[in-house]
T-cell receptor, first 113, second 115 residues
Framework: SQQGEEDPQALSIQEGENATMNCSYK?????LQWYRQNSGRGLVHLIL?????REKHSGRLRVTLDTSKKSSSLLITASRAADTASYFC?????????????FGTGTRLQVFP | DVKVTQSSRYLVKRTGEKVFLECVQD?????MFWYRQDPGLGLRLIYF???????EKGDIPEGYSVSREKKERFSLILESASTNQTSMYLC??????????????FGPGTRLTVL
């Protein structure tokens, strides 16, 4: 089942611009996480936001969470060519403390120099 | 740094072969996961394990089995490989406590082609 759905599927911007990606989900969550994947590689954890939090920052990343709308957004400010990657949201439903995650289908971000 | 390693980056097998994909983590994590990743479908959970010798089915377990005899090692087994199992396979681990609780650490992936 696809709990998380990212929007847009693909995004192309110029260096220096901001990139915003959205994630919608269907059921109650413990937390929501964002991961990044460079082409052909494994995923790297970026940021986690808990269900009782509304906004979180980490460097150039800003994540918001609206549990009433079951949606989250990831904002990358002042993007760089090195930010080119796929970005996935993942929801943690809190199953037996194993942190089983359900991933969305991802947003492919291309940042042109 | 947490390190998750996978036995092969690329693997080519023939239909009907038994295939073993190995994953090893060095941070004493309790939880380990196997996903497959296909274009347009994102990551789908095949199996996961929350302790040695324990395993749970994920969303797409059919055609796969797993083994976790030691805490650091989680193996994915394709009993009889088929062409529809051609995919990128990703292993991950996560701790049950501490600073990185709730976060999954991924290996580099194994791109499996079944001919």
């Amino acid at each position: 089942s696809q709990q998380g759905e990212e929007d847009p599927q693909a995004l192309s911007i110029q260096e220096g611009e901001n990139a915003t990606m959205n994630c919608s989900y269907k059921t109650s969550i413990n937390n929501l996480q964002w991961y990044r994947q460079n082409s052909g590689r494994g995923l790297v954890h970026l940021i986690l936001i808990r269900s009782n939090e509304r906004e979180k920052h980490s460097g150039r990343l800003r994540v918001t969470l609206d549990t009433s709308k079951k949606s989250s957004s990831l904002l990358i400010t002042a993007s760089r060519a090195a930010d080119t990657a796929s970005y996935f949201c993942a929801t943690d439903l809190g199953w037996r403390n194993t942190d089983k995650l359900i991933f969305g289908t991802g947003t492919r971000l291309q940042v042109f120099p | 740094d947490v390190k998750v390693t996978q036995s092969s980056r690329y693997l080519v097998k023939r239909t009907g072969e038994k295939v073993f994909l190995e994953c090893v983590q060095d941070m004493d994590h309790e939880n380990m996961f196997w996903y497959r990743q296909d274009p347009g479908l994102g990551l789908r959970l095949i199996y996961f394990s929350y302790d040695v010798k324990m395993k749970e089915k994920g969303d797409i377990p059919e055609g796969y089995s797993v083994s976790r005899e030691k805490k650091e090692r989680f193996s994915l087994i394709l009993e009889s490989a088929s062409t529809n199992q051609t995919s990128m396979y990703l292993c991950a681990s996560s701790p049950n406590r501490g600073r990185w609780k709730n976060e999954q650490f991924f290996g580099p992936g194994t791109r499996l082609t079944v001919l």
